[in-house]
């Protein structure tokens, strides 16, 4: 008799972004005349750059005909989209990545779920808290966190590294040394980041204490300040000891398209044994190529139209990031977040939960944003919305916010 | 210390197709002049027919626009695509799925790979032997498989079951009982099946031994016999013992595009856990949907134009699969499948193993082909050719092969 995989059972809830879909659907439902605007899930809202429009066309009339049709991709990525990578992200910032250590992969979160597989099952986790839920829900279902508790909302097996406004959100070195740091800045869901100098701080702590540091920066692009790092690789040592992962769907609104990489260097070693040889043999295994067609579109990225036209993408969204967090702090609420990221990050009033004032939100501005406690404990009593709306949308909900 | 995924050591030499692709360009490098043939990879050759194309260009459009832009999918899949799919592939040919069973994804070998994660640690597998080797390896990954035995080529908690020539490629019910049985019809690599009436015998073992039939049924749409089913949801109690994996590479040419499905029916259960619910589970935490531009060109697989159009391309593979069966029976060699498969699986002759033969072929007569022992100990002696080529290069491999 077949059994289940029983850690699948532990996990509490559904995941998250799930979750405030139903709720908002249920509402939509019973409510059918009222306009929700939307400034929960992190998913974009303007259209694909002209250039990365034209990449497409070009690309799939490459697929009608057979001189120049595409099947199976390489096992890591076309080597003219690894080649684009290497030089737009890390060559131009004097961070020395080759393009063999680039896996090409449909996305980050993908990368950030599946980046677990290739370590040990005893290994302990730290995770900045609150974060981006697929980082502890995938250990979850790997059996590396240990039993829950209800009540704390925490696994016994997870290092939390408390990010909230009395350490400027900014995680410590934690007590208990970890195996694996799972680092996201800029800050999916805070929106705040830390220096290149303290980021050189947990590289020098991952290699003294033999860590590994997973590196989301799946935000980069969005990144204003001079003294933050575009890249982990900026930092000395950081060959040895971290694992870059990138996304398409927020520098090139590819949430729909699907397309993001995985950065593995060849110094990064465990004994004898390179971690990229492992990530390789999962990539061959497990994975089969993300669509040449959208390959074809992640090279426009780093054309020269392609990088004028999504400067100025991403500037419509900062430019949202601005009207909410000036609009919120007129209002009198307590914000953070918005300058290298497209996150706002506010404290409830009145010490309501982070799903009271879900709700609130919903019902009396009819607006979705996401409950911060969804992130992780130290999460609670705080929210998160993102300039990710459309411009207009984003100055009518401050509106409905501020009059309430 | 970070400590890895010692199961990943444990597996011998690197993914099959890999190692060819590493051996083939090798041969090229050193003799550049040579135009060789590759009937080894199950990679299409067709270009994408031009109802696909026009769906393509239509959604790249509709990506242009704010109006009609696409962010992230439903985590199922868009409800346009999975009505598509169960029309077309199931309540056409009476069986039972509802739309909400269906899980659209970027590929059947990434399905494949991966739902042995929802599974517990200690379920014994068996396997089809030869057969794709992503079941066995990705569970080898996974650790369920024992401990490898060099000299025989097989995992001690592997249960394999031959199909050779003497039992006429069908495997037979396993002496000791699995939990997990991971059944390929019409086969790769052997392009035979078996009739509905024995696929309703492996679903009745199935049912009353509380096994689990994880079928992949990739090349579907190659069946030519009328007493062969097209989905195992076609035989009676299938809804509680199978899960079904489905592609688009080989029906519609999107290997290198990228689309698959599985199907996890509600009834499927172990206790009172629903496998669709873990399924669910897996692809909301850890995917983020297939490309709205590729689902809409899955959708136009199953238009009245685009069904037409495959249809053709199917035969044209499957005349492909005529020229290489007769054409090596021909030459005297012993061959099986091409009928309900584009795969044409031969005995290499004169007792060579099916790498002596492969460096053969490539050697003299210019053809990548697959070695069988790459499938599996049984598929030693045997040998992969695929109709997948172009006329002209099939034709053009048979008389190189009769040649030598």
């Known amino acids: 008799m077949f059994k289940i995989n029983e850690n699948y059972l532990k996990l509490p809830g559904s995941y998250l972004f799930s979750t405030i879909a139903k709720k908002v659907n249920a509402y939509q439902e019973a409510n059918p005349e009222k306009d929700l605007i939307r400034l929960g899930i992190g998913d974009v ?10 990449a497409l066309h070009g690309a799939v009339d490459e697929m009608a005909a057979a001189e120049t049709f595409h099947g199976y991709a390489p096992d890591l990525g076309y080597e003219f989209l690894r080649n684009a990578i290497v030089d737009g992200d ?29 370590f040990a099952q005893d290994n302990k986790i730290a995770v900045c808290d609150p974060v981006y839920p697929v980082y502890v829900d995938t250990n979850v279902m790997a059996g ?19 990010c909230t406004a009395e350490n400027n ?10 195996d694996i740091i799972y ?11 830390i220096t290149k100098d303290q980021l050189q701080g947990w590289v020098d702590y991952a290699n003294k204490n033999g860590a590994v540091i997973i590196y989301d920066a799946a935000y980069e692009a969005y990144i ?24 398409f769907s927020k520098n090139a609104g590819f949430t729909g398209v699907r397309l993001g990489y995985a950065v593995v260097p060849k110094d990064l070693t465990c004994g004898d044994v390179k971690l990229h040889d492992l990530w390789a043999r999962r990539h061959g295994t497990k994975y089969n190529g993300a669509p040449y067609i959208v390959q074809k ?53 009145d010490g309501m939960s982070s799903w009271d004032f879900f709700d609130h939100l919903l019902e009396h501005a009819n607006v979705v944003g996401t409950p911060g406690s969804g992130f992780g404990p130290s999460g609670e009593g705080y929210f998160r919305l993102t300039a990710f709306g459309n411009y207009e949308n984003t100055v009518k909900a401050i509106e409905r916010i501020k009059n309430i």
């Not at 959100?169 to 970890?178: D, I, L, N, S």
């Not at 982990?232 to 990138?246: D, F, Q, S, V």
């Not at 990088?307 to 914000?335: C, H, P, S, W």
């Open 45 to 54: 809202t303007q259209p694909l750059a002209p250039s990365i429009i034209e």
């Open 90 to 118: 890390y060559r131009s910032r004097g961070a020395q990545i080759e393009a063999d250590e680039i896996f090409v992969s449909d996305g980050a979160k993908c990368d950030s779920g599946n980046i677990q597989e290739i």
């Open 144 to 162: 590396r966190t240990g039993t829950y508790d209800p009540k704390s909302e925490t696994w016994s097996d997870v290092i939390y590294m408390p």
């Open 169 to 178: 959100f900014a995680p410590e070195f934690p007590k208990e040394v970890p």
């Open 183 to 193: 680092l996201c800045f800029p800050n999916n869901p805070t929106g705040s980041t």
């Open 224 to 247: 204003s300040e001079d003294d933050v790092a575009h890249t982990i690789y900026e930092c000395e040592g950081a060959r040895t000891c971290a694992i870059e992962l990138k996304s």
């Open 297 to 349: 579109a992640g090279a426009a990225v780093y054309s020269e139209a392609g990088k004028a036209q999504l400067k100025e993408q991403v500037g419509y969204y900062m430019n949202n990031a601005r009207v909410i967090y000036e609009g919120l702090k007129d209002a009198g609420y307590t914000v953070s977040g918005g300058v290298n990221a497209p996150y706002i990050w506010l404290k409830t009033p």
